[in-house]
């Protein structure tokens, strides 16, 4: 066998994929935790020692392990509510894919001025809009052009009737100085309910959650990976954006030792009581070295 040669197939490239739950799930996640596209993952375990010396000059007879900090950082790419949620520590959201769109096209046969809070919709406008849900309204020509308003009221179609709402006095139709209308007649405006995502409601109460790294064996197809008891974020939201690339986040986290009350007989992840004693920060699984395809 010449110099260097490979002993396995186990040569790892790629990514992995991130997944996040609530800690019921720790273990158990699937793929419907997934955050999505990832470009790279750069998983640490860190552990500090030291050194006992003796003699002169002195050398090192004895070391021992002071510290394990275990922790990951994963490259977004996937803007979801989800992961900017969980990375402003606003805690762990479903994925909202199968929530309804609620949008459509405001009725401007006249022109909207600025200031006004009277709005009537499209009469294909089906959707429901509640007191307090914030609304943008725009031009599909100038997206620049753009209210962020909060409902007031709402009144939805009666038959021929369209729905119409108004907004609160606070949060008025807006337009450029010197223009009197936000929105002119005949131009295309269209509104949409947004939800929300808030910035800086940090309690200081820790958002807890499992997470699993998971890739494929490329020498056997089978998948591997690690299984992650409980984490939190270690860093807030780092946002890039260009010209020239997509845009990218990059998550931290950092894996915990679970309490013995919380995989004790009636806690939240009572169903690994007899695996975390013997792994208290995370397990990997993966394949034999000599296992093949």
Do not use: C
């Given at each position: 066998?010449?110099?260097?040669?490979?002993?396995?197939?186990?040569?790892?490239?790629?990514?992995?994929?991130?997944?996040?739950?609530?800690?019921?799930?720790?273990?158990?996640?699937?793929?419907?935790?997934?955050?999505?596209?990832?470009?790279?993952?750069?998983?640490?375990?860190?552990?500090?020692?030291?050194?006992?010396?003796?003699?002169?000059?002195?050398?090192?007879?004895?070391?021992?392990?002071t510290?394990?900090?275990?922790?990951?950082?994963?490259?977004?790419?996937?803007?979801?509510?989800?992961?900017?949620?969980?990375?402003?520590?606003?805690?762990?959201?479903?994925?909202?894919?199968?929530?309804?769109?609620?949008?459509?096209?405001?009725?401007?046969?006249?022109?909207?001025?600025?200031?006004?809070?009277?709005?009537?919709?499209?009469?294909?406008?089906?959707?429901?809009?509640?007191?307090g849900?914030?609304?943008?309204?725009?031009?599909t020509?100038?997206?620049?052009?753009?209210?962020?308003?909060i409902?007031?009221?709402?009144?939805?179609?009666?038959?021929?009737?369209?729905?119409?709402?108004?907004?609160?006095?606070?949060?008025?139709?807006?337009?450029?100085?010197?223009?009197?209308?936000?929105?002119?007649?005949?131009?295309?405006?269209?509104l949409y309910?947004?939800p929300?995502?808030?910035?800086?409601a940090?309690?200081g109460?820790?958002?807890?959650?499992?997470?699993?790294?998971?890739?494929?064996?490329?020498?056997?197809?089978?998948?591997?990976?690690?299984?992650?008891?409980?984490?939190?974020?270690?860093?807030?939201?780092?946002?890039s954006a260009?010209?020239?690339?997509?845009?990218?986040?990059?998550?931290?986290?950092?894996?915990?030792?679970?309490?013995?009350?919380?995989?004790a007989?009636?806690?939240?992840?009572?169903?690994?009581?007899?695996?975390?004693?013997?792994n208290?920060?995370?397990?990997?699984?993966?394949?034999?070295?000599?296992?093949?395809?």
């Open positions: 066998m010449a110099l260097g040669s490979p002993k396995t197939k186990k040569a790892l490239i790629g990514t992995f994929e991130l997944r996040i739950g609530p800690q019921n799930k720790a273990g158990l996640l699937t793929a419907d935790h997934s955050v999505g596209i990832v470009d790279q993952v750069k998983l640490d375990m860190q552990m500090d020692s030291v050194d006992l010396m003796s003699g002169f000059p002195q050398k090192p007879v004895d070391t021992a392990i510290k394990f900090v275990t922790g990951f950082t994963a490259t977004l790419r996937e803007n979801s509510r989800r992961n900017l949620n969980v990375m402003l520590g606003n805690g762990l959201f479903d994925f909202d894919g199968a929530a309804s769109d609620i949008s459509g096209k405001v009725d401007t046969t006249t022109a909207l001025a600025v200031g006004a809070t009277a709005l009537t919709m499209d009469i294909a406008f089906s959707g429901v809009l509640t007191p849900d914030t609304v943008v309204v725009y031009d020509a100038n997206p620049g052009n753009v209210s962020i308003a409902v007031d009221t709402f009144t939805a179609k009666a038959g021929a009737v369209p729905a119409s709402l108004t907004l609160s006095a606070h949060t008025p139709l807006v337009g450029v100085s010197g223009s009197a209308n936000a929105f002119a007649a005949g131009s295309s405006v269209k309910k947004s929300i995502i808030a910035g800086g940090i309690t109460v820790p958002n807890y959650f499992s997470a699993q790294l998971i890739r494929l064996d490329r020498g056997t197809g089978r998948p591997v990976g690690f299984d992650f008891w409980k984490t939190a974020i270690s860093a807030g939201l780092s946002l260009s010209i020239t690339e997509f845009a990218s986040m990059e998550m931290q986290l950092k894996a915990l030792e679970p309490a013995a009350t919380e995989y007989t009636g806690g939240i992840m009572a169903h690994l009581g007899t695996i975390i004693p013997a208290p920060v995370f397990r990997a699984f993966d394949v034999s070295d000599a296992a093949t395809a």
